[in-house]
């Protein structure tokens, strides 16, 4: 009996004294799954459980930075970021961007929060103001560790600068991501990333664009049934942002009828406009229509600038050079309105030579969504009235794309 005792009352000792005393801010279970969810996707150490000499976390949602002083002292700081990566709305991989910073900002941020006393000054999370944001752009979490005691504690960036009138916590988280340059942190692990992926990180998320993609399609009209598209986009080369894209289309009816189409095209003319995106063109066409009585074989050379403003409308407008028996100069204009939740876009178009309205079409663009376990996909068409010279008529396009090529 009396051995018994002493090995529960041993046991006892054990299991108090070898554990740490924690003192825990978080203020709901929800927070700490969050918590606990990010060291388990970054592969982070359960700081109750560790036994360093000295170990600080600072969480956001956008970046974890780690300092750490092992048995022997030395100083480590790190930063941490990931995104979980997906395709077809599945998971295919979680990126992780682990940093090492330098010892000079590894030593002034220990000597700061030693001399500030961090870990006592920071104020418990109030229970009226800490359920709304978890993870938020201003929700922060701080951990201290030592082989003592751990300590978690949650706060809101808006609230720091009550802690302390000189200088306070959030002078020193402003100075730490300054010094290591979160911002640039940010943007280089996003550069890295493989194009044509979503990704996101709790309440963030995007779809990357891949530097340069190829397309192919088919691409007809009721009088030109058999065509086909092939664009090339080039988005960014070298961490150049170019904008490029050139693209053919050739169209036939398996008999003497043809339509060719070639074009040149520079995005973003006039760059940083928040709500205006515009481009120019340069486009080629050769036209062999046998319906077209007066006119049946023709060239055109187009230079055009079009502009998008958004939620309004979109416009294009330049000049046009008409060859045939006899060179003619002119100018295309052309209007349309995209109504997006509908993925209707009523378009009108003319063409101008000698003075007077040549040709022109009226009409509307209408897209399709279609979604499949692999891949989603649209599928593009008009309906429009169409005035080629002295032909007059109704006509449908359809386009549908069959292959795509991304090369990050």
């Known amino acids: 009996m009396k051995q018994n005792f002493t090995f529960l009352f041993l046991l006892f000792l054990t299991t108090v004294f070898g554990q740490k005393t924690v003192n825990d801010s978080l203020i709901s279970i929800t927070e700490k799954e969050y918590i606990y969810q990010i060291q388990g996707i970054l592969k982070l150490k359960n700081l109750n459980k560790t036994d360093e000499n000295f170990y600080f976390r600072v969480n956001n949602y956008n970046i974890s930075i780690e300092l750490i002083q092992d048995k022997n002292g030395i100083l480590n700081l790190e930063s941490i970021q990931y995104y979980i990566q997906g395709k ?17 900002t590894a030593l002034w941020l220990f000597e700061n929060i030693k001399k500030g006393n961090i870990e006592n000054i920071i104020p418990a999370k109030k229970k009226d103001s800490g359920k709304a944001g978890i ?15 751990y300590t978690i504690k949650a706060f809101h960036y808006s609230n720091l600068d009550t802690i302390s009138k000189n200088y306070t916590l959030k002078n020193l988280i402003d100075d730490l991501y300054k010094k290591i340059d979160t911002e640039n942190i940010e943007k280089t692990f996003k550069n890295n990333l493989p194009s044509d992926f979503t ?23 009721v ?56 481009s120019f063109r340069i486009t080629y066409e050769f036209n062999k229509l046998n319906y077209i009585k007066t006119i049946s074989n023709f060239e055109n050379y187009k230079i055009i600038y079009a502009g998008t403003i958004d939620k309004y409308f979109s ?10 028996e006899k060179t003619s100069d002119g100018f295309s204009i052309g209007i349309s309105k995209n ?49 080629t010279f002295d032909f007059r008529s109704l006509n449908f396009s359809l386009y549908v794309p069959i292959k795509y090529w991304t090369i990050n």
């Open 88 to 104: 077809n709305n599945k998971d295919t991989d979680t990126i992780i961007n682990r940093i090492k910073h330098n010892q000079e």
């Open 135 to 149: 993870l938020m752009t201003d929700d922060y979490y701080l951990e201290f560790s030592n082989k003592e005691n």
């Open 199 to 221: 990704y996101r990180r709790f309440h963030y998320g995007f779809y990357k664009i891949a530097n340069s993609s190829l397309q192919f399609g088919y691409y007809s009209n």
């Open 223 to 278: 009088r030109l049934p058999m065509g086909f598209s092939f664009y090339y986009n080039l988005r960014k080369a070298k961490k150049k942002y170019l904008n490029i894209g050139s693209g053919i289309i050739l169209q036939n009816n398996f008999k003497d009828n043809i339509h060719f189409e070639a074009d040149l095209t520079k995005r973003g003319i006039f760059k940083d406009r928040k709500n205006y995106t515009d």
């Open 315 to 324: 416009f294009d407008l330049g000049y046009n050079q008409l060859k045939n």
């Open 339 to 387: 109504y997006e939740s509908i993925h209707l876009e009523p378009f009108y178009k003319l063409d101008c030579f000698q003075n007077k309205i040549t040709n022109y079409k009226i009409g509307f663009y209408k897209s399709f969504p279609i979604k499949t376990d692999k891949k989603s996909f649209r599928i593009y068409t008009s309906l429009f009235y169409e005035k």
